[in-house]
């Protein structure tokens, strides 16, 4: 806790920091919820996160294309839920101006907290899914006005179905944890289906469909939904933000969406 007062007190915020809280939520990256009191007694809620830099090593680049994603959607981006706050956690900058804070403990950065707002990791209701769709296509639209040169990859291949493929054989051919025999039936109906691996990647590259900045990672669970109405209020998770296609976000709110467990769901019954 003593190291989280540290970290905090290196970024501007209000008032004085009276509560730490971890938000046990998410597979990549530390969370936690941070509580203030200002001289005039107003509460002002951040979130702080500590990046997993195993995942992302170019700590520069991800939050180079944090910062353009936000400024831009911040005039751009208009959810279904509209609060005050806006459509996406903007950044709280470091006492030095820096987009991030480092020490020995790890990257960490500072953002927007919503209040009166929950998150899904499946659903039942055809609304909820619905809304949901429209705010990761409205996320979309609204960074077509962004030039793709602006933002960067920083997960190269993310959804390369066709290098995904090769890694699954180079995996399959090394059966380091000698799985293989207790999945046949699965490896043969992913190699049944090789013909359509490279479909969408093969048109990215031929210029046969367009190449957008998509948010590459439409988990349902990347949505924030207004306590009252409903209706979507922000999109977070915003470090995937990577030059694709929009079929891939498709697929991927597809993919959640339609599923009847979470995804690391330990009863497979």
Same mark, same amino acid.
């Given at each position: 806790?003593?190291? /989280?007062?540290?970290?905090?007190? !290196?970024? /501007? ?12 939520? $998410? ?9 203030t009191i200002s001289a005039d007694n107003n509460v002002h809620k951040y979130i702080l996160q500590r990046i997993n830099t195993n995942v992302f090593p170019d700590i520069d680049t991800l939050m180079n294309n944090f910062k353009v994603t936000t400024a ?10 509209? !609060?005050? #706050? ?7 900058? *470091?006492k030095e101006g820096k987009l991030f804070f480092e020490d020995s403990s790890g990257v960490w950065r500072v953002m927007t907290f919503f209040d009166n707002v929950y998150s899904l990791d499946i659903t039942d209701n055809p609304r909820v899914f619905y809304?949901?769709? &429209?705010?990761?296509? +409205? ?10 040169? #602006? ?7 993310? !959804?390369?179905? #066709? ?12 059966? +380091? ?5 207790? &999945? ?14 490279? #479909?969408?990647?093969?048109?990215? +590259?031929? $210029? ?6 998509? !948010? ?15 209706? @979507? &209020? ?6 995937? &933000?990577? @030059?694709?296609? @929009? /079929?891939?976000?498709? $697929?991927? %709110?597809?993919? %959640?969406?339609?599923? *009847? ?7 497979? %019954?």
């Amino acid at each position: 806790m003593n190291n /989280l007062q540290n970290v905090i007190n !290196h970024f /501007l915020i209000q008032g004085n920091v009276t509560n730490i809280e971890q938000i046990n939520k $998410g597979y990549i990256n530390q969370t936690y919820k941070v509580e203030t009191i200002s001289a005039d007694n107003n509460v002002h809620k951040y979130i702080l996160q500590r990046i997993n830099t195993n995942v992302f090593p170019d700590i520069d680049t991800l939050m180079n294309n944090f910062k353009v994603t936000t400024a831009h959607l911040v005039d751009n981006l208009k959810m279904p839920g509209y !609060h005050i #706050k806006g459509a996406v956690q903007t950044l709280r900058l *470091t006492k030095e101006g820096k987009l991030f804070f480092e020490d020995s403990s790890g990257v960490w950065r500072v953002m927007t907290f919503f209040d009166n707002v929950y998150s899904l990791d499946i659903t039942d209701n055809p609304r909820v899914f619905y809304y949901a769709g &429209v705010a990761f296509g +409205e996320f979309i639209q609204a960074m077509c006005s962004v030039e793709l040169s #602006k933002i960067k990859e920083v997960i190269p291949n993310f !959804h390369n179905t #066709k290098s995904r493929y090769h890694d699954l054989e180079k995996a399959i051919l090394c059966d +380091e944890y000698n799985r293989v025999s207790g &999945v046949i039936n699965e490896i043969e109906f992913v190699r049944d289906r090789i013909d359509l691996f490279g #479909k969408i990647t093969e048109a990215l +590259e031929n $210029g046969t469909i367009p190449t957008r900045i998509c !948010h590459n990672d439409c988990n349902l669970n990347n949505i924030l939904f207004d306590n009252e109405t409903n209706l @979507p &209020v922000v999109i977070i998770d915003l470090d995937t &933000v990577m @030059p694709s296609s @929009p /079929l891939y976000d498709f $697929g991927d %709110s597809m993919r %959640s969406g339609t599923n *009847t467990a979470r995804d690391d769901e330990k009863d497979l %019954s």
